[in-house]
């Protein structure tokens, strides 16, 4: 439940933000900001949509004890594929808000050719915007079926965060640095190289280094 709670205060602060006029919507088309902002303004995006749709209830999905439910009704049901309706189930609901979260990441990744959530470059792999989190639900469904006794299982939201999180940053590095965001880094690094002293350069690479090696948008700016 805790990452469950830091999602809503993070979405709730991103969203006033958003309408105090200090945070411009959507994070990906912004002219002038970092990966770092742009990573963690797409997460509460994404999250906003599934809080925010229909009945849902996210904090099913972070109940251990409903987990082998959660996990054969999205891999096997698969509701959120349904028209999206109200329907009185609430758990339907949720993952229909899942569902439209990752609609937006699709949504996005089209916008910023980001080989992650673009359509065109999944399909290329034979891959859809939810093929990552179905195969990790995958994993989680057979560790449901043979729990450990001395630990609690991990939730599907922390699949669903975790998976998010990742993609979040990858649009961020399209936005920033292209589709092809290691060549757009190289070529950066390349004009520092050739017009700044060797101090800017070292601050460069630095940079370039935490941000590739992060984790969560929060991992930027740790020392190390």
């Not at 594929?81 to 993952?95: A, E, H, I, K, V």
């Not at 080989?115 to 290329?124: A, G, I």
Request: hydrophobic share 40%; charged share 30%; aromatic share 6%.
């Amino acid at each position: 439940m805790a990452l469950l709670l830091a999602i809503k205060q993070s979405t709730d602060e991103y969203a006033v933000s958003v309408r105090k006029g200090l945070s411009q919507f959507p994070a990906h088309r912004r002219k002038d900001s970092n990966v770092e902002a742009i990573w963690r303004d797409v997460i509460s995006e994404v999250f906003v949509r599934m809080l925010e749709f229909g009945d849902s209830d996210l904090t099913i999905l972070a109940d251990f004890r409903r987990q082998p439910e959660v996990l054969a009704r999205f891999l096997v049901d698969r509701p959120h594929l349904s028209m999206p309706q109200p329907n009185g189930d609430r758990l339907d609901q949720t993952l229909q808000a899942v569902w439209q979260g990752y609609l937006y990441l699709a949504k996005i990744g089209e916008e910023t050719l980001d080989r992650e959530t673009s359509r065109f470059d999944l399909s290329k792999r034979g891959k859809d915007i939810v093929s990552d989190l179905a195969q990790r639900a995958e994993v989680l469904r057979a560790s449901a079926s043979n729990p450990d006794a001395s630990a609690l299982p991990e939730c599907f939201i922390e699949a669903v965060y975790e998976d998010v999180n990742r993609k979040a940053k990858s649009i961020a590095l399209s936005a920033m640095f292209g589709p092809a965001y290691e060549s757009g880094i190289s070529h950066m690094v390349k004009l520092v190289t050739e017009s700044g002293a060797q101090a800017d350069v070292r601050t460069v690479e630095d940079s370039i280094r935490r941000i590739m090696n992060a984790t969560t948008p929060d991992d930027i700016r740790r020392p190390g």
